[in-house]
């Protein structure tokens, strides 16, 4: 199986624009779409809509918010002409249902569809460190292989299902957010009895409470005061609702997954939209003082 001629690329944002830029720097043509202009990386093609990145590509990436969106775009591909047998690997997290829905519809095109989620978040993104989550035919993982090293650290094979994907990404997140949220409380009580953040985190990151929060999210994130992680509260918050939905219908425990849910959802309420998700720790500081 050949590698891909053209790559196309749809969603230029936070996670899609620095792996498009990437991938630009590739030996492999790029063109490019985002419904706002110009935002196209050095040494890729900007297409004027997304038709034009369907005509000419043979592997399309898709990066788009939300489970809405994808189904809306890949129908939109579905319904072109002359697309049987092109690639479209989604690398949002939109849930399982969504990545099912989106499946049928591109393979009832004639059509391959990989689910393939990301994480790492934009700091991992403009690093070309994130890590690729792909359920979908392993040959193709092999086949896009080039291309996917040129913006990730890690490519993981979960299953061959669409949907798999979206399960192992939400459970990550859903540990991701409760890591967050349980280490500003417990920064914050430590705080209380006279404690410096910084000197908890040292102790905590070489002991058995260590975590990504407290690795990365609190001496480079809140300690500095720049609460600049990259990932927006209202999108984490996103993802753990649909976590909760997805364990709800797999029947599995939740005790804690409701919890956490209710946090996240006070965190979204409290913040200006596009609030770096870091920004918990004030909302939850600010929560101790009331």
Known sequence: ?????????????????????????????????DRVPGRAPEGATEAGDLAEVIDRSDTIFLSLPDGKIVNAVTAEIAAMD???????????????????????????????????????????????????????P?????????????????TFHVGETPGQGQAVKLLNNFLSAT??????EAVLFGLAHGV?????????????????????????RILTGTYDAGFFAELLNKDVRLYNEFVQEAGTSNL???RVAEVWSLVEDSLPPESDFTRVFEVLEKRKRS
């Open 82 to 136: 002359n697309v049987s047998g092109k690639v479209v690997i989604d690398m949002s997290t939109i849930g399982p249902a969504a990545a099912k829905e989106a499946a049928a519809t591109i393979q009832g095109a004639g059509m391959t569809f990989v689910d393939a989620p990301v994480s790492g978040g934009r700091q991992g993104a403009l690093k070309a460190a994130i890590t690729i989550i792909w359920s979908g």
């Open 256 to 258: 804690l997954g409701e």
């Open 138 to 154: 392993k040959s193709q993982m092999e086949r896009h292989q080039p291309i996917l090293d040129l913006f990730s650290k890690n």
């Open 1 to 33: 199986m050949s590698a891909p001629e053209t790559i196309g690329f749809i969603g230029l944002g936070q996670m899609g624009e620095p792996m498009a830029a990437f991938i630009a720097k590739g030996e492999t043509p790029l063109i490019c779409y």
């Open 196 to 220: 410096e953040m910084k000197t908890i985190i040292d102790v905590v990151k070489v002991s058995t409470g260590n975590n990504t929060a407290i690795e990365d999210k609190f001496p480079n």
């Open 179 to 184: 890591a967050m949220a349980a280490s500003s």
